[in-house]
């Protein structure tokens, strides 16, 4: 509405204030007005649902896909992953699955694989061996994100994680930021592991709407 004519204004609120007006024009003019706009109005609405995309909000857009790589360090001198709880006492020795144990993390996430790639963020949770069949772990993490476009933002995943697994796929269930209303999933693919010592880097593709 681009009008300049000041009987806008009042037509505007005519519909509600008419009766107080007391004369005329002003009035007739205000109706013609209404009317015009209450055509309008009718008009839109009957061409709505052919502009209506068939979906509504975010899941009508495509996900966002962020790539980048896990450093799981849990050897050596500075150790980005460490055992906070053992497994039970009379359990197996060595035990097999890890059942039982949890570990707290603060892992480098970083744009390539290699360790001296750009950090984009950190995992910071905790893994805890909850199957006595295999090796799998509850995962709960979030990943903050301190580079790039993300930068300030994190992601809450909370999944089951089998390492010796090809590919994981756990939840995205929230996120702050630029991730608010987040929800989507990460799958993870071991790019390297240290048998020996149980380091591990870690590809991870997380697609996430929001
Ligand atoms: C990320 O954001 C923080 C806080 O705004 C800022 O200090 C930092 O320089 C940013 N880092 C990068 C790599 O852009």
């Known amino acids: 509405?681009?009008?300049?004519?000041?009987?806008?204004?009042c037509s505007s609120a005519s519909s509600s204030v008419?009766?107080?007006?007391?004369?005329?024009?002003?009035?007739?003019?205000?109706?013609?007005?209404l009317a015009l706009f209450l055509l309008l109005?009718?008009?839109?609405e009957a061409t709505q649902p052919q502009d209506e995309p068939t979906a509504v909000g975010h899941a009508a857009s495509a996900p966002t896909h962020?790539?980048?790589?896990?450093?799981?360090t849990v050897s050596g001198k500075s150790p980005t992953a460490v055992r906070v709880v053992g497994?039970?006492?009379g359990s197996p020795s060595p035990q097999p699955t890890f059942f039982g144990t949890v570990n707290v993390m603060d892992d480098p996430l970083t744009e390539g694989p290699e360790a001296e790639s750009a950090e984009?963020?950190?995992?910071?949770g905790?893994?805890?061996?909850?199957?006595?069949?295999?090796?799998?772990?509850?995962?709960?993490?979030?990943?903050v994100f301190t580079a790039g476009a993300h930068n300030g933002s994190t992601l809450?995943?909370?999944?089951?994680?089998?390492?010796?697994?090809?590919v994981r796929e756990l939840p995205v269930l929230g996120g702050t930021g630029a991730f608010r209303f987040a929800r989507g999933y990460a799958l993870l693919r071991t790019h390297w592991l240290d048998l020996r010592t149980g380091d591990a880097t870690v590809e991870y593709d997380v697609y996430v709407m929001h």
């Not at 509405?1 to 204004?9: G, V």
């Not at 107080?20 to 013609?32: H, I």
């Not at 109005?41 to 839109?44: F, G, N």
């Not at 809450?156 to 090809?166: K, Q």
Request: hydrophobic share 40%; with cysteine.
């Open 66 to 72: 962020l790539h980048f790589y896990f450093h799981d």
């Open 41 to 44: 109005l009718v008009a839109a």
């Open 87 to 89: 497994p039970p006492a």
């Open 126 to 143: 905790l893994y805890m061996g909850s199957d006595q069949a295999k090796i799998g772990f509850l995962q709960a993490m979030n990943l």
């Open 120 to 124: 984009v963020g950190r995992a910071q």
């Open 1 to 9: 509405m681009t009008h300049t004519h000041p009987l806008t204004h």
């Open 156 to 166: 809450a995943l909370l999944g089951r994680n089998c390492p010796l697994d090809g």
């Open 18 to 33: 008419s009766q107080s007006l007391p004369q005329n024009e002003m009035a007739k003019e205000g109706t013609v007005m």
